[in-house]
């Protein structure tokens, strides 16, 4: 039997998708499923802290090019 | 029942947010096709992959009905 799973699909270009798997590499707690690369399946609960992470993590990458990511 | 389509603007870059459900593990290829398309055909259907037999779709329960409704295969 085939499984469905709830969650939340995102489509969004590739560069902004890189950034969501390095948010989810730290805990592993947003991704339900990593589809193609542009496409993914998150966590409906986390899809508000999700945004605000990818706000963030835009806006310290404009403020400091060329740190070397010390997160 | 979630069923919403949000879309964000991040730095220019368009990111579309759709609440559902993925349907995956399908065992065989056909059951993959008949139930991604039927997905298709009642219109809930957003997402699909071939390859991966994977497909996700904004409502489910059309699709649990196709499912418990569906002629039983000889074993």
């Given at each position: 039997?085939?499984?469905a799973?709830?969650g939340?699909?995102v489509q969004?270009?590739?560069s ?8 989810d ?11 193609d690369?542009?496409?993914?399946v998150?966590k409906?609960?986390?899809l508000v802290?999700l945004k605000?992470?990818l706000?963030d993590?835009?806006?310290?990458t ?10 | 029942?979630?069923d919403?389509?949000?879309l964000?603007?991040?730095?220019g870059?368009r990111?579309?947010?759709t609440?559902g459900?993925?349907?995956?593990d399908f065992?065989t290829?056909?059951e ?9 055909e009642v ?5 699909r992959?071939?390859?991966?037999r994977?497909f996700?779709?904004?409502?489910h329960e059309?699709?649990?009905?196709y ?9």
């Open positions: 039997m085939p499984k799973v709830k939340v699909l969004c270009d590739p902004i998708k890189a950034i969501i798997l390095k948010i590499a730290l805990d592993h707690d947003f991704i339900v499923e990593d589809l690369d542009q496409t993914l998150v409906e609960s986390k802290e605000q992470r706000e993590e835009l806006s310290n404009q403020q400091m090019p060329e740190e070397s990511g010390s997160e | 029942v979630v919403q389509i949000r964000w603007q991040i730095e870059e990111m579309k947010a609440g459900f993925l349907f995956k065992v290829a056909e993959y096709d008949n139930l991604a398309n039927y997905a298709d219109g809930v259907l957003v997402w992959s071939d390859k991966r994977m996700f779709v904004t409502r059309q699709i649990a009905a499912l418990r409704n569906r002629p039983k295969k000889l074993t």
